[in-house]
């Protein structure tokens, strides 16, 4: 389109992160949710097996890997919290048009 581009806004590859980074991705999306069942809450991942799973791996680096691990559990814990603020709002809202 002609507009220059601002290095800033170009989402990451996958490639531009370490090994580690990769590999806490990797188990972040293998290791299954823990949902509150009545609410369907996100509670966050079940660790049962993780250190099957990095054998399986081979992961070597595994506390670091554990660390960015913890900081993808609690990033998607943020965004999981936000989702629901917002559910909530949006529920109370159509509550209030109702009455």
């Not at 989402?11 to 009545?38: R, W």
């Not at 079940?46 to 791996?57: P, S, V």
Request: hydrophobic share 40%; glycine share 6%; with cysteine.
């Amino acid at each position: 389109m002609g507009l220059p581009i601002d290095e800033l806004e170009v989402p990451l590859d996958l490639t531009d992160l370490s090994y580690n980074c990769q590999q806490a991705l990797l188990l972040f999306n293998i290791l299954p949710d823990k949902v509150e069942g009545m609410n369907g809450i996100w509670l966050g991942k079940e660790y049962a097996g993780l250190m099957d799973i990095m054998d399986i791996y081979d992961i070597l680096d595994r506390a670091e890997v554990m660390d960015f691990l913890v900081v993808c559990v609690n990033e998607a814990s943020k965004h999981y919290e936000k989702q629901r603020k917002l559910e909530q709002k949006k529920i109370e809202s159509q509550s209030k048009m109702r009455k």
